[in-house]
């Protein structure tokens, strides 16, 4: 089985570099994907938008032979979200990786921009849940790896308008967050809890981690996902 995999903000396709033997292992095939305009300076990434992210995923889909599994992490999900609604009927899965599928007309969050892009706010910008399992060589590595993003990318609304994007199984691997805690969030988000329970086959596993599983616990991560890509 073809895996796309798609980073979160600041993030390309070395930051899967744990979970992709693993895979292959399984028997799939992975390909990690780096997004158009990471670390490009401003004003080269200024007319990148969120739409230019999905269609590069689109084309993954599209050179792929057969089904693929998508998986995107954090800001990802909103990437994988819009090339499933781009492209239902060819894909097996959608995995999201601590977040949730978005609704149409919403952006994936904001952030300050600096000198026309998105640079990496620092570890200390998120909540210590969500990285009090990252040491420190690994905060430094993943730091340093970090890229900027075009401005445009988190802030821009998505566009979803194919109904069938429903019928897609959808598996939401969450850090610290099991089904029901989850789903008692999402009667709290408006939207995004509609978009959810639009979702025919939808499973929530908690993972156990922070917000980067991929960096912290790389192995449960990639067992999770060969049990996903099912």
């Known amino acids: 089985m073809d895996i796309i995999l798609v980073p979160g903000l600041w993030l390309d396709a070395n930051s899967w570099a744990a979970v992709l ?3 292959r292992a399984a028997g799939h095939a992975p390909r990690p994907l780096t997004m158009p305009g990471m670390g490009v300076s401003s004003p080269d990434s200024s007319e990148i938008r969120l739409d230019d992210w999905i269609a590069t995923v689109v084309s993954a889909i599209d050179e792929a032979t057969g089904e693929v599994v998508l998986v995107g992490h954090s800001g990802g999900g909103n990437v994988i979200w819009g090339a499933v609604d ?3 009927d060819r894909v097996r899965r959608a995995v999201f990786v601590d977040t ?3 609704p149409n007309g919403l952006g994936i969050s904001e952030f300050p921009v600096v000198d026309g892009v998105i640079p990496f706010p620092g570890w200390d910008f998120f909540e210590a849940d969500d990285v009090e399992d990252l040491d420190e ?4 590595a993943a730091a340093r790896a970090a890229q ?3 401005a445009h990318v988190p802030t821009d609304p998505i566009a979803l308008g194919d109904e069938r994007r429903y019928g897609v199984p959808a598996t939401l691997l969450m850090g610290s967050l099991t089904q029901p805690e989850l789903e008692k969030y999402l009667e709290q988000w408006g939207s995004y809890g509609d978009e959810y329970r639009g979702i025919r086959d939808a499973e929530v596993v908690r993972i156990g981690s ?10 449960r991560l990639a ?3 060969v049990a996903a890509a099912r």
């Not at 060589?137 to 430094?140: E, G, H, L, N, Q």
């Open 137 to 140: 060589p690994t905060r430094a």
């Open 100 to 102: 949730v599928p978005p």
């Open 210 to 219: 922070g917000h980067w599983p991929q960096y912290s616990v790389p192995e």
């Open 86 to 88: 781009a492209r239902p």
């Open 148 to 150: 900027s993003v075009p």
């Open 21 to 23: 033997e693993p895979l």
């Open 223 to 225: 067992e999770l996902l």
